[in-house]
């Protein structure tokens, strides 16, 4: 059974910092790195949105316009985790974030959500 599971999230000051991480677990062998991963973040009364996305070889990365030179995501196969590295949070990061993969075939899993406080 494919089960993804956030970790890293909290309270921070704004201008802080947290690391996000996204646990794999229950895909077969090598079958995790062919799955492209995102973070999405929800915040209340708003809809899910797409933070970042790491392609499957994990050449390609892309970001929402918000977050741009301030997050960063990156995957380590060998640990089937993606993370997502948030630097100068500010208030409207607040949310709670959940890691997504997505295969080409259309199979995808979502992970629980971890949230993300930033406030003084």
């Known amino acids: 059974q494919v089960q993804l599971v956030e970790s890293g999230g909290g309270l921070v000051q704004p201008g802080g910092s947290l690391r996000l991480s996204c646990a794999a677990s229950?895909?077969?062998?090598?079958?995790?790195?062919?799955?492209?991963m995102r973070w999405y973040r929800q915040a209340p009364g708003k809809e899910r949105e797409l933070v970042a996305s790491?392609?499957?070889?994990?050449?390609?990365?892309d970001y929402a316009d918000s977050v741009k030179g301030r997050f960063t995501i990156s995957r380590d196969d060998d640990k089937d985790t993606v993370y997502l590295q948030m630097n100068n949070l500010q208030a409207e990061d607040t949310a709670v974030y959940y890691c997504?993969?997505?295969?080409?075939?259309?199979?995808?899993?979502w992970g629980q959500g971890t949230q993300v406080t930033v406030s003084s």
């Open positions: 997504h993969a997505l295969h080409y075939s259309g199979n995808n899993f």
């Open positions: 229950g895909f077969s062998f090598s079958t995790y790195s062919t799955y492209a």
């Open positions: 790491i392609g499957s070889l994990g050449l390609d990365t």
